[in-house]
């Protein structure tokens, strides 16, 4: 088990930009591939981005490809999410999580074993 923590979330005018960290602790960080989701008020949490172990490999949700990076520092058992170029429509609760089962390429929840409480993003038109 890994124990998450995300901070970095905020209000932000629309076109600009933020970054989200995710500090970790516990079992061995650089063991899980991580990922970011997110839910808005009355809707379902959704895939964000997710990063490989060795943070070679990386995958995004269509709806912010060229606009997020995910990114990690194993030596800092960190993972974060630079968000730019951001929309009314990235407002949401951010949550990052640790992926002990599925791939990069897995968007659902159910291979996350472990999740942070979350971080509120509030982007403003």
């Known amino acids: 088990q890994v124990q998450l923590v995300e901070s970095g979330g905020g209000l932000v005018q629309a076109g600009g930009s933020l970054r989200l960290s995710c500090a970790a602790s516990?079992?061995?960080?650089?063991?899980?591939?991580m990922g970011w989701f997110r839910q808005a008020p009355g809707e379902e949490r959704e895939f964000v981005a997710a990063i490989g172990r060795s943070g070679i490999g990386t995958n995004y949700a269509n709806s912010v490809k060229g606009r997020f990076i995910i990114s990690r520092d194993n030596a800092k058992n960190t993972v974060y999410l630079q968000m730019n170029s951001l929309k009314p429509e990235d407002t949401a609760v951010y949550y990052c999580?640790?992926?002990?089962?599925?791939?990069?390429?897995?968007?659902?929840?159910?291979?996350?074993?472990?999740w942070g409480q979350g971080t509120q993003v509030t982007v403003s038109s």
């Open positions: 516990g079992r061995t960080f650089s063991s899980y591939r």
């Open positions: 999580a640790a992926n002990d089962r599925g791939t990069i390429y897995s968007t659902t929840s159910d291979v996350y074993a472990d």
